[in-house]
């Protein structure tokens, strides 16, 4: 199913830099992937715009969203898919944890931002786990 989907869509259930690593594989280019999110994004937000240069996506719009009932200051961000994703993508999940995309760590007087490890075996992690076979990884 890879880059065969014109809209793509996660639930707000992990950090936008993972959901962007989750939805754009799936996502053609020139397609739309919508998240919704919800809180003070700030942070978050320029974690996953340095994320998206990754998968090959782009903020296109950030949309306020009214829930009845809930004040919670809930969001669309709506992105583009401007370049196909890497085939590298998504990473096995332990790697997603451990090297986030968008991500930066202080190294002395610099900023380091993480580089995306080159994955040996291009498959969706779930798959392995259904087959029990356990893949190496570079």
């Known amino acids: 199913y890879r880059a065969q989907f014109d809209l793509v869509t996660a639930r707000a259930v992990a950090s936008l830099p993972a959901l962007l690593e989750y939805s754009a594989p799936y996502c053609r280019v020139g397609g739309s992937i919508i998240l919704p999110k919800k809180g003070d994004l700030v942070d978050e937000l320029a974690h996953g715009r340095r994320a998206a240069g990754q998968v090959g996506a782009v903020l296109k719009s950030d949309e ?6 809930l004040a919670d200051g809930r969001r669309l961000l709506v992105w583009k898919q401007q370049k196909a994703c890497p085939a590298h993508y998504p990473r096995a999940g332990a790697v997603m944890m451990k090297k986030p995309l968008g991500q930066c760590r202080r190294r002395k007087d610099s900023i380091v931002c993480h580089k995306p490890q080159t994955i040996l075996w291009q498959s969706i992690p779930f798959l392995r786990r259904l087959a029990h076979v ?3 990884f570079s």
């Open 134 to 136: 356990s893949m190496p």
């Open 64 to 69: 306020a969203v009214e829930v009845p009932g």
